[in-house]
């Protein structure tokens, strides 16, 4: 069975630029969480989709967004890039919401902002 | 407000016992639990607690007292490759998957 996987694993952008970063789940898991790794911050929740729905959102601007579509992959939005973006992005699938004991992380998108 | 600690770094002997601490304040609990990443890699999940009291896997055991807001892993045995990172995570809403993970704690294991 195939892991998550994240696209691209590299990604160096300058202020002020946008960025989508990709995320395959699990074959049939449905939950697709995003979070942000820094090491001044640990790890913190970005959003999470269920059934192309965003069903909880972490404290972060309205710069980052993301979407899920019917295959359960799912793609983040990080707009007018800020160099304190510059951080391991991780996505992580699940089989349900509250019911999984279990999320399996991707290996993370490295971003560097400059 | 949510707030999880754990100590920043530890430092054990290889085939020694270690006991990494956590105590967590959220609103709202629905789990538990422990990740294990190494550096440069994504977390690999390790426990899970949604009851009181201990979990054993392995060389790997996780504590749990709710009314305390505190657990605890505990790795037995230890090896050189268990040198990594170790996350506690609590899911504190009813519905989703929020998770609020704690800073994490760094062990180092010695030859």
């Known amino acids: 069975k195939a892991g998550v996987t994240q696209t691209p694993r590299y990604l160096i952008k300058t202020r002020g630029q946008q960025v989508t970063l990709s995320c395959s789940p699990i074959?049939?898991?449905?939950?697709v969480s995003w979070y942000q790794q820094t090491p001044g911050q640990g790890l913190q929740f970005l959003f999470e989709y269920f059934s192309e729905t965003q069903r909880n959102k972490g404290n972060f601007p309205g710069r980052f967004s993301g979407r899920q579509f019917s295959n359960s992959r799912s793609e983040m939005n990080v707009s007018t890039l800020e160099l304190g973006d510059s951080a391991l992005y991780l996505c992580?699938?699940?089989?349900?919401?509250?019911?999984?004991?279990?999320?399996?992380f991707g290996p993370g998108t490295r971003l560097t902002v400059t | 407000g949510q707030n999880i600690d754990q100590p920043t770094e530890m430092t054990a002997t290889e085939g020694a016992i270690v006991q990494i601490n956590c105590t967590y304040q959220?609103?709202?609990?629905?789990?538990l639990f422990w990740y294990q990443q190494h550096a440069g890699e994504a977390p690999t999940f390790l426990s899970y607690?949604?009851?009181?009291g201990l979990e054993e896997k392995g060389r790997f055991s996780s504590f749990l007292s709710r009314s305390k807001g505190y657990s605890y892993l505990l790795l037995k045995e230890l090896q050189m490759k268990d040198s990594a990172s170790y996350l506690c995570?609590?899911?504190?809403?009813?519905?989703?998957?929020?998770?609020?993970f704690g800073p994490g704690t760094r062990l180092s294991v010695l030859p």
């Open positions: 995570a609590v899911r504190g809403d009813n519905y989703g998957q929020n998770f609020v």
């Open positions: 959220t609103s709202g609990f629905n789990g």
């Open positions: 607690n949604v009851l009181d």
């Open positions: 992580a699938s699940s089989l349900t919401g509250t019911e999984a004991k279990e999320q399996y």
């Open positions: 074959s049939g898991h449905r939950s």
